[in-house]
């Protein structure tokens, strides 16, 4: 079963508008942590955001929000007042802390290919 | 401005040579990532290493391939012989971990392999 399913294999949001990135986790251990990664067509892997599952507020980094959503096991990233520099494969991926025996290494999602239209 | 630097960004080579792939991690990170992308497989998670020590590489064929740290500055990934499957590009990342809490892990840019 995949850990981190992201559904969405591509995206379209028109330059300034806001776009929601879907992604779902499955894991059964109670610590852990879930990150954004954005890979520009130049290849590089930026980080974005990190949300822990015990924070309480979701996590935002300027334009950058995560839906934490513990329940649903979702972590969806919000690209707030998009730019066209923003176009971009989008990877949610996970890092279990305590089972799994492959404490520290992220699990990563397929990707979503985000398009910003001007 | 801390970078993980990786040598070199592009490789081209024939089956059945050796691969050296060469990664810098960012000072004061104690944990080494290699992950390799592709199109059908997307990232995955090849070997890690914690304070030089590797901890897991499950992930990586061992029978041609070879992870190490020889020093806190250097880590290395080799493939030996070379297979037209290995084409792929392999990410270097570095990472802080402390007891049981891990932070963020910086990528550097990718070594592009391309084995004919």
């Known amino acids: 079963a995949q850990k981190i399913t992201q559904t969405q294999p591509g995206m379209f949001v028109q330059e300034k508008e806001a776009v929601t990135l879907d992604c779902t986790y499955d894991t059964s251990d109670p610590s852990y942590g879930l990150f954004w990664y954005k890979q520009p067509s130049s290849g590089e892997m930026i980080f974005l955001i990190y949300q822990g599952s015990y924070d309480q507020q979701n996590a935002t980094e300027g334009r950058y929000s995560l839906n934490f959503q513990k329940a649903r096991k979702s972590a969806n990233l919000v690209i707030s007042a998009s730019q066209l520099g923003d176009s971009a494969m989008y990877f949610c991926a996970m890092r279990e802390l305590n089972y799994g025996g492959s404490q520290g290494n992220l699990i990563f999602g397929k990707g979503t290919k985000l398009s910003v239209k001007p | ?116």
């Open chain 2, 1 to 116: 401005d801390a970078r993980v630097t990786q040598t070199p960004r592009h490789k081209v080579t024939e089956m059945g040579q050796e691969v050296t792939m060469r990664c810098q991690p960012i000072l004061g990170h104690n944990t080494v990532f290699w992950y390799r992308q592709t199109m059908m497989q997307g990232l995955e998670l090849l070997a890690y290493f914690r304070n030089r020590a590797p901890l897991d590489d499950s992930g990586m064929p061992k029978d041609r391939f070879s992870a190490e740290m020889p020093d806190a500055t250097l880590a290395t990934l080799k493939i030996q012989p070379s297979e037209p499957r290995d084409s792929a590009v392999y990410f270097c990342a570095s990472g802080l971990t402390t007891g049981s809490s891990s932070y963020e892990q910086y990528f550097g840019p990718g070594t592009r392999l391309t084995v004919t």
